[in-house]
């Protein structure tokens, strides 16, 4: 990991671009006034390169009144106390408007962006702990992007950016289902459905899985799924493991479900994003996830990131024939600057 920005004004402070909360402006009217008639109380929290990631409204007003900046590096690991030396709750009301104010700011100031929320959910991100089904269909505009339709390019109308389907990821997909039998695919990360939008073209049935949005059949982890419903299912033809991440222990855990009980061949896409991690020198247990021949954690180097996607494909012939399965490729695209690893495979009882 690089080295901490160094921050010594505003100007070297930028807001998050995909910050999920769109503000109000009376919320921002009374920040700004809270601060001209208070000054500063809550200090804002960014990420080692200066872009913030709370209190991104407070930047804004603070920079329209030419606040300086005093920064203290932290880990997290200790609660940084703003202590006002000019405020005394006991004397006065100024320390005890500050309360109001910053409350009050807290309350005004908040409107959700369920387009960012919609984008950060179909990213892999958790929020199924943060917002219920209600809530999420109570924030405005949420409908109106579960109602869109997917266009030829993967694109959701009018979606705005972040909802692309990598091309490759989504032809190798597409071409798989259409190779698949059309009983019934397993979309073990959901997300908010785009490609079970494109296999419920092709499969009479497609069961779904996420844990961080309620709006699927399955509100929890793929491990929870395959641990308590996947016996239900047995007669898929189909299973997408489109993890951000990394799916191969979720793809351990799901062939020894299955071992013995599958006379018939399916099909398996995946989306392993473990590229990143193994870029910048990440631990892991390459022997645990990738059933590798060696034992214990280890710092990633080089030569696994240049070799990560054949990782990916010794693992999955690994994994088929530890339990009993032959793995024949259908295709494998590494994208995302090399990021992350896209396959299909045929797996057939040995």
Not at 85 to 95: C, R, V
Not at 190 to 213: K, M
């Amino acid at each position: 990991m690089s080295k901490p920005k160094r921050i010594t004004k505003l100007a070297d402070l930028m807001p998050d671009k995909a910050n999920a909360n769109r503000g109000t402006e009376r919320g921002r009217s009374l920040l700004e006034k809270s601060l001209q008639e208070c000054g500063a109380g809550r200090s804002i929290v960014a990420d080692k390169d200066g872009e913030v990631i709370a209190g991104n409204k407070a930047l804004e007003a603070a920079a329209r009144l030419g606040l300086p900046v005093r920064v203290v590096e932290t880990d997290g690991q200790e609660l940084v106390v703003v202590q006002r030396t000019d405020l005394d709750l006991t004397e006065g009301g100024k320390a005890r408007r500050l309360a109001y104010l910053d409350n009050r700011v807290g309350e005004l100031g908040l409107e959700w962006d369920a387009e960012q929320i919609a984008a950060d959910i179909a990213a892999g991100l958790q929020l199924g702990d943060l917002f219920s089904k209600d809530e999420l269909q109570g924030l405005r505009g949420w409908a109106e992007i579960k109602e869109k339709k997917i266009t030829r390019g993967g694109r959701l109308y009018n979606a705005g950016e972040g909802h692309d389907v990598e091309p490759f990821k989504l032809a190798h997909r597409v071409e798989a289902a259409w190779r698949a039998q059309g009983h019934k695919a397993l979309d073990l990360y959901s997300g908010l459905g785009q490609l079970a939008e494109w296999y419920r073209r092709r499969f009479g049935s497609v069961v779904t899985v996420d844990r961080a949005i309620a709006e699927v059949d399955y509100p929890m982890t793929a491990e929870a799924f395959i641990a308590r419903h996947l016996s239900e299912h047995l007669d898929f033809d189909f299973v997408d493991f489109d993890d951000e991440g990394t799916p191969a222990k979720v793809i351990q855990q799901f062939l020894a479900a299955i071992a013995g009980k599958r006379p018939a061949p399916f099909v398996l896409a995946l989306t392993d994003g473990n590229g990143l991690n193994l870029k910048c020198r990440g631990k892991l247990d390459f022997g645990a996830t990738y059933l590798t021949a060696e034992a214990g954690i280890r710092y990633a180097v080089a030569e696994d990131y240049e070799r990560f996607e054949e990782l990916v494909t010794g693992f999955i012939v690994r994994a088929s024939e530890r339990n009993g399965f032959a793995a024949t490729q259908w295709s494998s695209y590494r994208g995302r600057e090399g990021n992350v690893v896209y396959q299909t495979w045929l797996i057939a009882p040995a």
